[in-house]
């Protein structure tokens, strides 16, 4: 196994585990150099860098290209490139797609689904591929799902995703991503999951790890900030500062 992800691996129950996203070279090359943990190259970069309205737009094309971007840049940081929607719906699929992101520069993929991509997962842990799994609320499902909204608010609900962690874990993954997930669920998920819990409006303290889409956290995308977001940066109000005094400049009789 990769020594970074060993590393990883080992922090379970102790140093919390940092993951942001980043779909470009000076992107991830400024979030390493800042010593983040892990760069998810995530699905996302449908709506933040391409402008689709949500994940299901993205294709293995769009994946592969910002995948090698990244890890073109990556020196430290683990490297977890999202499968996107239709590539692994079969185990075989699965590992074809895993096998696709990995020759292009990734440490690990990521896939949504517990019981029902249990196969998939197990498929591609066994030729060697480190897995992140991805439960509670999965963005790929949100044309079906009616919506983003939070999980785990019924006892129904909160016992499907423990289930999904079980299956994950039993396939073989090294991590498991909890989104959007009632934070006392998430809490006890991460209390009985050997693996490391990494949670994105799950609450704070609830799970091993956070993840962040890093244009959330340095408020670089404006037209949408997610009600769990916590932005330490405006970067969009300077951005736009900076390129109007630039047209002021060029404008500027000599």
């Known amino acids: 196994m990769n020594s970074k992800i060993a590393a990883i691996i080992a922090r379970k129950g102790n140093v919390p585990v940092s993951e942001l996203t980043a779909y470009d070279y000076p992107t991830a090359r400024l979030v ?4 983040v943990d892990m760069i ?22 769009h994946m592969l290209h910002h995948v090698e971007a990244v890890a073109r840049a990556a020196k ?12 692994y719906n079969t185990p075989e699929q699965a590992l074809e797609t895993a096998r696709a992101l990995m020759a292009v520069g990734a440490d690990a993929v990521k896939l949504e689904g517990g019981e029902a991509m249990e196969a998939q997962i197990r498929a591609i ?3 060697g ?25 019924t006892d129904e609900e909160a ?8 299956a994950v874990v039993r396939a073989g993954a090294f991590s498991v991503v909890i989104e959007c997930t ?12 050997p693996i490391i ?18 244009h959330d956290l340095v408020g670089a995308y404006p037209w949408f900030i997610p009600s769990f977001a916590r932005p330490k940066a405006n970067i969009a109000s300077e951005i736009t500062r900076s390129v109007k005094e630039y047209i002021a400049e060029v404008q500027k009789p000599i």
Not at 43 to 61: C, E, F, K, R
Not at 76 to 87: F, G, K, Q, S
Not at 182 to 193: E, N, S, Y
């Open 197 to 214: 819990t990494i949670g994105i409006g799950a609450g704070r303290g609830t799970c091993d790890g956070e993840v962040a889409v890093f």
């Open 40 to 61: 998810l190259v995530g699905d996302s970069l449908g709506m933040v860098m391409l402008g689709y309205p949500d994940t299901t737009h993205v294709t293995l094309a």
């Open 76 to 87: 430290n940081a683990v490297v977890v490139a999202d499968m996107p929607i239709n590539t």
């Open 129 to 153: 591929i480190p897995v992140q799994g991805h439960i509670g609320l999965l963005p790929q499902k949100v044309k079906e799902e009616g919506g983003y909204r939070m999980h785990g608010k």
């Open 125 to 127: 842990t066994q030729a």
């Open 182 to 193: 009632k934070h006392a669920v998430a809490k006890a998920i991460t209390k009985a999951c």
């Open 32 to 35: 390493d150099e800042a010593g």
């Open 159 to 166: 016992a499907a995703i423990m289930r999904d962690m079980e």
